[in-house]
């Protein structure tokens, strides 16, 4: 299902709807077009595909028991997308109550549009290529079009040092996507 064709104040009155036929419908859109941004932001925090499935099931199941708390005026994603990251905290504390956690280096995708099969293929194939920082580097700059200094706020790093992880990082995918060409 295309996330940006989706109808979001339909769908949520579907689910709402009294009309059993309807909301299985709707329930079957709304996991087709959104279960694989929501198990690819649990692995983002989980990075274990097991505990991210059980991720997506968790976040799925409260939309269910919640979804008489929608808002129709409201989309969809942004709230399964924050359910589902909560939802992967939670869990990860729950393994390991030593575990502390930098939001900032978790990749938050709330901010940004749907994102098609095409586009999370990518986005995974950059993580390959990248290290960390480039890669924390690289979403910030592109997605959510962070300046350089915010960036090294949020990473905790000088901005000389922002620049320079960026500068290497933008190097490395052009080599690799040329090569392809």
């Given amino acids: 299902m295309n996330p940006y064709k989706i109808n979001?104040?339909?769908?949520?009155?579907?689910?709402?709807?009294?009309?059993?036929?309807?909301?299985?419908?709707?329930?079957?859109?709304?996991y087709d077009t959104y279960?694989?941004?929501?198990?690819y932001i649990s692995l983002e925090i989980l990075h274990d595909n097991m505990a991210a499935e059980e991720n997506v099931n968790d976040t799925f199941i409260a939309v269910?028991?919640?979804?008489?708390?929608?808002?129709c005026s409201k989309n969809i994603k942004y709230w399964l997308i924050t359910t589902a990251k909560n939802k992967a905290i939670d869990r990860l504390k729950r393994k390991d109550k030593n575990i502390t956690l930098v939001d900032?280096?978790?990749?938050?995708?709330?901010?940004?549009?749907?994102?098609?099969?095409?586009?999370?293929?990518?986005?995974?194939?950059?993580?390959k290529i990248l290290n960390e920082d480039e890669y924390n580097i690289i979403i910030q700059r592109?997605?959510?079009?962070?300046s350089f200094s915010t960036i090294s706020k949020n990473m905790k790093l000088k901005i000389g040092t922002t620049t320079?992880?960026?500068?290497r990082a933008i190097n490395k995918l052009k080599d690799i996507f040329d090569k392809r060409r």
């Fill in 142 to 146: 592109f997605l959510y079009q962070l």
């Fill in 8 to 30: 979001h104040r339909k769908l949520i009155t579907s689910l709402k709807s009294n009309n059993h036929e309807k909301v299985d419908r709707a329930f079957k859109e709304l």
């Fill in 35 to 39: 279960a694989r941004i929501v198990f």
């Fill in 104 to 127: 900032d280096k978790i990749l938050d995708i709330n901010r940004g549009d749907s994102y098609t099969n095409e586009d999370q293929d990518i986005f995974l194939e950059i993580k």
């Fill in 164 to 167: 320079s992880k960026y500068s």
């Fill in 64 to 71: 269910f028991n919640s979804v008489a708390n929608l808002d």
